[in-house]
């Protein structure tokens, strides 16, 4: 043990940094941003990564037509300094800021947005958000192969204005535009450095580079960090307060929580679950918590007996205590789900109830004929901790209730993903975080068909409402139908929503400006540090 | 000698083409596909994706082709990283990787020696009782919870080093340094004091002491060459280990090496860089344990007389 202390003395008195400033207070004197952000990117492409990391990254290095409003999750002058919506609400003409420029100091123009629309849409690109674009007019049929001319395509150039023609009215498209998948590329780079259908281009390479947001890139260490530094020539200047940020990929959540604590970055993006009671106690202004626009739902596979039977499927989410899964389980603050789409006082606030109770539960139970002697029913989950407390008392909860027994399988994320799309599985766990704000990212996944449906549902009245409001123009008939629709989900639960997603994260009390708002999107420039 | 060296190293082809055919059939046989995701792409575009990385082919073909560009040094784009070769990705954490493992090593040969020699010099006394007590423990704490305890220590209650990175603070290299290479450290002292304490019985040994040497002149002049044998036997599968088991360290730590890839490949079906990574750790293992039956015949000649290496 002798060793052990000799060096631990050793250590001390050379280091002894204590009274020293720590990371995070040298770097908030610099004005830059110390980010943990998850894993390390994939890619910084916007047309073919997919993940929330990713965006964190592109926030800083593109700027679509639109940007994010983080106040009130509706957008603000982007590359558009301004836009006419015709009456019918099908057409969409943006005017461009003069002033939006790549980092190569070219002006951002609307022939740039045309290019980098059909780089997304071409099929032999295998963009996986390319779908983002449906709502433009042909773009679905571009994109499948159904026609090969894109000037068919509901985008072009009038007199140095980017003109849009959309399918059906869609009172988000603007909304959608704050999605990176709609954002430019530097068209000459694209081509020169790869071509604009090549998924192996080497256009995002640091020196290759161009991009046309508030901050450029400087450096990017694979699984270390990427910098990236205020964008001189970016158009909105005049608010940005950030010098900088250095986005740091650490997937262990501990180790996050550890750099933290220890001042090496400003921002945690997760808390472990078993020390945010901790951190609300001993450490409240550091610990951030707010809706999230996302379900944690069960999926049930309505092609399978006795899950086609909707009673069944009732019964099941009436013996659900929801209640105690969020104050016992998680702990995190969440919002027991009573809709599919997570609700908005202020916008979408559907009126449906999930109710808590084992008596009508055992009633309809009964009335399914179903024989607790079968062979139990499977609940499938890809393999965490959290998604296994949840099963649990999912499971006991209806060997309680019910008399059922299920058994619970965890598989690793692709095994888990393949037996979901593949349709084997009885009963699974899943998760949605809407891409926009608006209940069609929720509400369009459970059409008949759709890819991410996976329980084989499909309902021809749920179907023709979704249809009629995609050609509403008012929002206010546009959600009526929605919450027709939403009744449907819930009176026929193919999906049993069990909560809505809360954001938990710690964040250094030097950030100011930071919203918390449901898509926990907080683009840079609006931000300062103290 | 030579020939002997080049016979193993010509061992090399058969046992790399087993792992590729192996590892090729294992990953496509395992459920999920590199672009399996949460959000379901059409299958247009999956039939697209297929097609951009060859996976449409029938799978002899794909090993046809994947030998025949590997020959050449093409390990192919790597399915998670689009924009990314396999050999760049490797070869962006392969240096701290290594330097990783030099340094645990060095860590464990020094700290693993010294502690076995004392305890071999002191036999059922305290001397030999503690540190071979604490080598037992060292053995059984796994990387995995010696590194944060190490971080709760050190970094958090004492401040007194970092708790993330490589290179990029001062300090930062001793503690994964220290969870790497504690567990080796702890076989290497049994390892030495095992080997120790059957030459010191041997005569020669007795005939030094006869002579009248100095007990530190027999230990380190005499004993030390032959009772260290079993510790450079195991150097080479040791390093492997080591390199291979870094994944834990580097994750623990965030150290931006090759290790991670190894693991978050196989999560991630990154099927080219699955294959990399096994080759690279195959050609590893087969060169360090060479190296070390290299070096162990170097120090014992009945070894090399014998044709130890084969």
């Not at chain 1, 959540?253 to 400003?266: C, Y």
């Not at chain 1, 349709?423 to 509400?443: K, Q, V």
């Not at chain 2, 390199?243 to 999560?267: C, H, K």
């Amino acid at each position: 043990m002798h060793w052990l202390l000799i060096l631990f003395l050793f250590l001390a008195g050379c280091s002894g940094n204590t009274d020293q400033k720590s990371k995070v207070d040298l770097y908030s004197e610099q004005g830059i941003l110390l980010l943990g952000n998850g894993t390390e990117p994939s890619g910084i492409d916007p047309h073919i990564v997919t993940g929330v990391p990713e965006h964190k990254i592109l926030l800083a290095l593109l700027e679509g037509l639109v940007i994010f409003n983080p106040q009130n999750n509706g957008v603000l002058p982007g590359v558009a300094s301004e836009w006419v919506i015709s009456e019918d609400g099908l057409t969409y003409t943006f005017i461009f800021n003069p002033e939006a420029k790549w980092t190569n100091g070219e002006s951002v123009k609307p022939e740039h947005f045309v290019y980098s629309w059909k780089r997304i849409l071409s099929p032999e690109l295998g963009a996986q958000y390319a779908d983002m674009l449906y709502v433009i007019k042909n773009a679905e049929s571009f994109h499948k192969g159904q026609i090969k001319d894109f000037s068919k395509v509901g985008v072009s150039v009038f007199e140095n204005k980017l003109v849009v023609t959309l399918e059906n009215p869609t009172p988000y498209f603007l909304n959608i535009l704050t999605h990176y998948s709609t954002w430019p590329v530097h068209p000459e780079t694209v081509e020169k450095f790869g071509g604009m259908t090549s998924r192996n281009n080497k256009w995002t390479r640091v020196n290759n580079f161009i991009g046309n947001g508030p901050f450029k890139l400087d450096s990017w260490e694979i699984n270390k960090s990427l910098k990236v530094s205020r964008n001189d020539l970016y158009w909105g200047n005049d608010s940005n307060k950030i010098n900088g940020i250095e986005f740091l990929p650490i997937d262990n959540e501990l180790t996050q929580d550890r750099l933290f604590r220890s001042g090496g970055i400003h921002l945690a993006n997760t808390v472990p679950t078993e020390k945010i009671i901790r951190y609300r106690e001993e450490r409240p202004k550091e610990l951030v918590e707010h809706n999230y626009f996302g379900t944690y739902y069960y999926r049930i596979n309505t092609n399978k007996s006795p899950l086609n039977d909707v009673n069944f499927r009732k019964a099941l989410s009436l013996s659900i205590d929801r209640d105690l899964i969020v104050k016992s389980i998680l702990k995190g603050n969440q919002k027991v789900s009573y809709s599919f789409t997570p609700p908005d006082e202020n916008s979408y606030n559907p009126s449906t109830k999930l109710e808590f109770n084992p008596v009508k539960a055992k009633l309809l139970f009964k009335e399914s004929g179903y024989d607790i002697n079968n062979q139990p029913l499977e609940v499938l989950y890809n393999t965490s901790e959290g998604h296994q407390k949840i099963a649990q008392a999912i499971q006991e909860m209806w060997k309680k209730h019910l008399g059922l027994n299920v058994i619970l399988t965890n598989v690793d994320w692709k095994v888990y993903l393949a037996r979901e799309t593949q349709g084997e599985f009885d009963i699974s766990r899943a998760g949605w975080i809407g891409d926009y704000p608006d209940p069609f990212t929720f509400l369009d996944m459970m059409v008949t068909d759709r890819g991410n449906n996976k329980t084989g549902w499909s309902n021809a009245r749920y179907d023709e409402i979704l249809n009629n409001a995609a050609s509403q123009i008012s929002t206010t008939k546009r959600y009526e139908l929605y919450e027709e629709a939403e009744k449907i989900l819930i009176d026929e639960l193919p999906v049993i929503p069990l909560y809505t997603y809360t954001r938990t994260y710690l964040l250094s009390e030097r950030v100011k400006n930071w919203q918390k708002n449901i898509l926990d999107t907080n683009p840079y420039q609006f931000l300062s540090l103290e | 000698m030579i020939q002997l060296i080049l016979k193993r190293l010509f061992t090399y082809i058969p046992v790399l083409l087993v792992v590729v055919i192996i590892t090729f059939l294992m990953i496509h046989a395992a459920p999920g596909g590199p672009f399996d995701a949460e959000r379901v792409a059409s299958p247009e575009i999956i039939e697209k994706l297929n097609e951009a990385y060859n996976l449409d082919k029938p799978i002899h073909v794909q090993i046809y082709n994947y030998l025949f560009n590997a020959i050449q040094g093409d390990f192919g784009p790597s399915f998670k990283y689009p924009g990314r070769t396999v050999t760049e990705l490797i070869m962006s954490g392969l240096p701290t990787t290594i330097e990783l493992a030099i340094y645990s090593i060095l860590f464990a040969i020094f700290l693993g020696v010294i502690s076995g020699l004392v305890a071999s010099l002191n036999p059922g006394k305290i001397l030999d009782i503690v540190p071979m007590s604490i080598s037992l423990l060292g053995i059984c704490i796994p990387s995995i919870i010696l590194g944060p305890v190490l971080v709760l220590i050190f970094g958090i209650w004492y401040e007194v080093l970092p708790v993330y990175g490589w290179g990029d603070n001062p300090g930062d290299k001793i503690l994964p340094t220290i969870t790497l290479g504690t567990a080796y450290a702890a076989i290497f002292a049994r390892l030495t004091r095992g080997g120790m304490l059957e030459i010191l019985g041997q005569d020669y040994i007795r005939t030094a002491r006869a002579k009248g040497l100095s007990e530190i002149r027999i230990v380190i002049v005499h004993a030390l060459r032959g009772g260290i044998l079993p510790v450079i036997s195991f150097l080479g599968p040791a390093i492997a280990g080591l390199l291979a088991g870094s994944f834990v360290v580097e994750t623990i730590f965030q150290i931006n090496g090759v290790g991670r890839f190894y693991v978050q490949a196989a999560f991630n079906r990154d099927y080219t860089m699955i294959l990399g990574t096994s080759i690279l750790f195959t050609f590893m293992t087969l060169t360090f344990v060479l190296i070390s039956d290299i070096m162990a015949s170097f120090l014992n000649p009945t070894l090399r007389d014998s044709g130890g290496l084969e």
